[in-house]
Protein backbone atom coordinates (compact mmCIF):
# COMPACT_ATOMS: atom_id res chain seq x y z
CA UNK A 1 0.00 0.00 0.00
CA UNK A 2 1.07 3.35 -0.64
CA UNK A 3 2.84 5.26 2.05
CA UNK A 4 3.91 9.07 2.85
CA UNK A 5 7.22 9.01 3.87
CA UNK A 6 8.93 11.40 6.93
CA UNK A 7 12.59 11.81 7.44
CA UNK A 8 13.74 12.17 9.49
CA UNK A 9 11.83 10.28 12.37
CA UNK A 10 13.36 11.76 15.12
CA UNK A 11 15.68 15.30 15.26
CA UNK A 12 16.88 17.46 18.38
CA UNK A 13 18.11 21.20 17.71
CA UNK A 14 18.99 23.62 19.35
CA UNK A 15 16.81 26.43 20.36
CA UNK A 16 17.47 29.23 17.58
CA UNK A 17 18.53 27.07 15.05
CA UNK A 18 17.01 26.24 11.42
CA UNK A 19 15.30 22.97 10.83
CA UNK A 20 13.96 21.20 7.54
CA UNK A 21 11.37 18.26 8.07
CA UNK A 22 11.32 16.15 5.01
CA UNK A 23 8.17 14.11 3.69
CA UNK A 24 7.72 12.15 0.50
CA UNK A 25 4.16 12.10 -0.44
CA UNK A 26 2.12 9.24 -2.06
CA UNK A 27 2.87 9.47 -5.88
CA UNK A 28 -0.09 10.74 -7.45
CA UNK A 29 -1.77 13.12 -4.75
CA UNK A 30 -1.58 16.66 -5.88
CA UNK A 31 -2.34 18.54 -2.45
CA UNK A 32 -0.03 18.23 0.63
CA UNK A 33 0.01 19.17 4.47
CA UNK A 34 1.92 19.52 7.51
CA UNK A 35 0.13 18.92 11.05
CA UNK A 36 1.50 19.24 13.98
CA UNK A 37 1.18 17.51 17.57
CA UNK A 38 2.57 18.65 20.89
CA UNK A 39 2.93 15.95 23.54
CA UNK A 40 -0.58 14.98 25.02
CA UNK A 41 -2.25 17.60 22.46
CA UNK A 42 -5.08 17.52 20.05
CA UNK A 43 -3.23 17.19 16.03
CA UNK A 44 -3.46 20.74 14.73
CA UNK A 45 -3.46 21.69 10.92
CA UNK A 46 -0.65 24.11 10.07
CA UNK A 47 -0.77 24.08 6.54
CA UNK A 48 -2.30 23.06 3.05
CA UNK A 49 -0.28 23.52 -0.43
CA UNK A 50 -1.58 22.39 -3.94
CA UNK A 51 -0.08 23.71 -7.57
CA UNK A 52 3.38 24.75 -5.84
CA UNK A 53 1.51 27.31 -3.20
CA UNK A 54 0.12 27.26 -0.22
CA UNK A 55 -4.00 26.71 -0.47
CA UNK A 56 -4.95 27.51 3.63
CA UNK A 57 -2.96 27.85 6.58
CA UNK A 58 -3.50 28.45 10.27
CA UNK A 59 -2.71 31.30 12.78
CA UNK A 60 -0.02 28.61 14.29
CA UNK A 61 1.80 28.98 10.66
CA UNK A 62 3.65 32.39 11.17
CA UNK A 63 6.45 33.61 9.84
CA UNK A 64 9.09 31.45 10.98
CA UNK A 65 7.41 28.00 9.21
CA UNK A 66 7.70 28.09 5.51
CA UNK A 67 6.91 25.09 3.07
CA UNK A 68 8.33 23.91 -0.65
CA UNK A 69 8.03 21.41 -3.02
CA UNK A 70 11.58 21.71 -4.09
CA UNK A 71 11.27 18.99 -6.42
CA UNK A 72 9.02 16.70 -8.00
CA UNK A 73 8.70 14.47 -4.74
CA UNK A 74 9.64 16.17 -1.82
CA UNK A 75 7.82 18.59 0.56
CA UNK A 76 9.44 20.33 3.38
CA UNK A 77 8.47 22.38 6.72
CA UNK A 78 11.21 24.86 7.38
CA UNK A 79 11.53 25.99 10.60
CA UNK A 80 13.66 29.35 10.90
CA UNK A 81 14.48 29.76 14.32
CA UNK A 82 13.27 27.04 16.66
CA UNK A 83 12.05 28.01 19.99
CA UNK A 84 10.86 25.53 22.83
CA UNK A 85 7.12 25.65 22.21
CA UNK A 86 7.70 24.16 18.91
CA UNK A 87 8.87 20.39 20.54
CA UNK A 88 5.73 18.47 18.71
CA UNK A 89 5.35 15.56 16.71
CA UNK A 90 5.12 16.81 13.14
CA UNK A 91 3.15 14.71 10.75
CA UNK A 92 2.67 14.99 7.07
CA UNK A 93 -0.13 14.33 4.94
CA UNK A 94 -0.94 13.98 1.25
CA UNK A 95 -4.14 13.29 -0.85
CA UNK A 96 -5.21 12.70 -4.45
CA UNK A 97 -8.03 15.46 -4.21
CA UNK A 98 -9.22 18.33 -1.41
CA UNK A 99 -10.10 16.92 2.14
CA UNK A 100 -13.92 17.56 1.16
CA UNK A 101 -14.62 14.56 -0.88
CA UNK A 102 -11.01 12.62 -0.29
CA UNK A 103 -10.92 8.88 0.88
CA UNK A 104 -7.06 8.25 0.57
CA UNK A 105 -6.22 10.78 2.58
CA UNK A 106 -2.90 9.31 4.16
CA UNK A 107 -0.57 10.78 7.02
CA UNK A 108 3.15 9.73 7.62
CA UNK A 109 4.47 8.17 10.64
CA UNK A 110 5.47 11.61 11.70
CA UNK A 111 8.64 13.44 12.68
CA UNK A 112 9.54 14.08 16.70
CA UNK A 113 11.11 17.28 16.88
CA UNK A 114 12.53 18.48 20.25
CA UNK A 115 14.47 21.93 20.67
CA UNK A 116 16.05 22.10 24.09
CA UNK B 1 -15.53 28.11 17.20
CA UNK B 2 -14.88 25.11 15.38
CA UNK B 3 -14.76 22.14 17.51
CA UNK B 4 -14.51 18.56 18.00
CA UNK B 5 -14.88 17.36 21.34
CA UNK B 6 -15.04 13.30 22.10
CA UNK B 7 -15.73 11.12 24.85
CA UNK B 8 -14.72 9.34 27.54
CA UNK B 9 -11.18 10.36 27.90
CA UNK B 10 -9.39 7.29 27.97
CA UNK B 11 -11.35 3.47 28.44
CA UNK B 12 -10.18 0.30 29.61
CA UNK B 13 -12.02 -3.04 28.57
CA UNK B 14 -11.49 -7.02 28.29
CA UNK B 15 -10.44 -8.69 25.11
CA UNK B 16 -13.27 -9.80 23.50
CA UNK B 17 -15.86 -6.58 25.15
CA UNK B 18 -17.30 -4.51 23.00
CA UNK B 19 -17.17 -0.78 23.19
CA UNK B 20 -18.28 2.46 21.85
CA UNK B 21 -16.59 5.79 21.75
CA UNK B 22 -18.72 9.25 21.23
CA UNK B 23 -17.84 12.71 19.41
CA UNK B 24 -19.98 15.44 19.30
CA UNK B 25 -19.00 18.36 16.84
CA UNK B 26 -19.72 22.00 16.27
CA UNK B 27 -18.16 22.49 13.08
CA UNK B 28 -19.54 24.54 10.19
CA UNK B 29 -19.85 24.49 6.99
CA UNK B 30 -19.22 20.77 7.68
CA UNK B 31 -18.12 18.39 4.93
CA UNK B 32 -17.51 15.13 6.37
CA UNK B 33 -16.54 13.28 9.23
CA UNK B 34 -13.59 11.01 9.98
CA UNK B 35 -12.35 8.16 12.41
CA UNK B 36 -9.23 7.76 12.54
CA UNK B 37 -6.97 5.25 14.89
CA UNK B 38 -3.47 6.07 15.99
CA UNK B 39 -0.73 4.15 17.80
CA UNK B 40 1.21 6.21 20.13
CA UNK B 41 4.38 7.80 18.34
CA UNK B 42 3.05 7.05 14.41
CA UNK B 43 0.46 9.10 12.42
CA UNK B 44 -3.29 8.55 12.38
CA UNK B 45 -4.66 5.94 10.51
CA UNK B 46 -8.43 6.20 8.51
CA UNK B 47 -11.07 3.43 9.66
CA UNK B 48 -13.77 5.39 8.14
CA UNK B 49 -15.44 8.34 6.55
CA UNK B 50 -18.86 9.34 6.57
CA UNK B 51 -20.53 12.66 4.27
CA UNK B 52 -23.88 14.57 5.74
CA UNK B 53 -25.93 12.14 3.84
CA UNK B 54 -24.38 8.76 5.41
CA UNK B 55 -25.82 7.60 8.60
CA UNK B 56 -23.31 4.41 9.26
CA UNK B 57 -20.29 3.23 7.90
CA UNK B 58 -18.38 -0.15 8.50
CA UNK B 59 -14.74 -1.06 7.97
CA UNK B 60 -14.54 -4.38 9.62
CA UNK B 61 -15.12 -4.84 12.99
CA UNK B 62 -15.40 -0.69 13.28
CA UNK B 63 -18.63 1.00 12.74
CA UNK B 64 -19.12 4.30 12.40
CA UNK B 65 -22.62 6.21 12.83
CA UNK B 66 -23.48 10.14 12.07
CA UNK B 67 -26.14 11.95 13.38
CA UNK B 68 -26.13 15.42 11.27
CA UNK B 69 -29.15 16.97 12.89
CA UNK B 70 -27.73 16.54 16.32
CA UNK B 71 -24.03 16.88 15.02
CA UNK B 72 -23.24 13.70 17.18
CA UNK B 73 -20.94 10.36 16.00
CA UNK B 74 -20.03 7.53 17.66
CA UNK B 75 -17.60 4.46 16.57
CA UNK B 76 -18.17 0.89 18.10
CA UNK B 77 -15.80 -1.64 18.43
CA UNK B 78 -16.60 -4.98 18.27
CA UNK B 79 -14.99 -8.06 19.96
CA UNK B 80 -12.21 -6.19 20.82
CA UNK B 81 -8.14 -7.29 20.05
CA UNK B 82 -5.15 -6.26 22.06
CA UNK B 83 -4.17 -4.69 18.88
CA UNK B 84 -7.21 -2.40 19.29
CA UNK B 85 -5.15 -0.27 22.24
CA UNK B 86 -4.48 2.81 20.67
CA UNK B 87 -6.50 6.51 20.44
CA UNK B 88 -9.37 6.81 18.00
CA UNK B 89 -9.61 10.18 17.15
CA UNK B 90 -12.61 11.63 15.67
CA UNK B 91 -12.07 14.48 12.70
CA UNK B 92 -14.19 16.92 10.54
CA UNK B 93 -13.12 18.16 7.43
CA UNK B 94 -14.16 21.92 6.94
CA UNK B 95 -16.31 22.35 3.91
CA UNK B 96 -14.72 24.57 1.14
CA UNK B 97 -10.97 24.90 3.12
CA UNK B 98 -8.57 22.18 2.62
CA UNK B 99 -8.32 21.14 6.41
CA UNK B 100 -9.42 19.03 9.16
CA UNK B 101 -10.45 19.64 12.75
CA UNK B 102 -8.98 16.92 15.14
CA UNK B 103 -11.19 16.48 18.29
CA UNK B 104 -8.79 14.89 21.38
CA UNK B 105 -9.07 11.40 20.76
CA UNK B 106 -10.21 8.40 23.05
CA UNK B 107 -7.53 6.31 24.98
CA UNK B 108 -8.61 2.52 24.15
CA UNK B 109 -6.83 0.09 26.12
CA UNK B 110 -7.73 -3.50 25.64
CA UNK B 111 -6.49 -6.13 28.24
CA UNK B 112 -6.43 -9.39 28.43
Known amino acids: EPEVTQTPSHQVTQMGQEVILRCVPI?????FYWYRQILGQKVEFLVS????????KSEIFDDQFSVERPDGSNFTLKIRSTKLEDSAMYFC??????????????FGSGTRLTVV | KNQVEQSPQSLIILEGKNCTLQCNYTVSPFSNLRWYKQDTGRGPVSLTIMTFSENTKSNGRYTATLDADTKQSSLHITASQLSDSASYICVVSLGGYNKLIFGAGTRLAVHP
Open chain 1, 93 to 106: ASSEVPSDSDNGYT
Open chain 1, 27 to 31: SNHLY
Open chain 1, 49 to 56: FYNNEISE
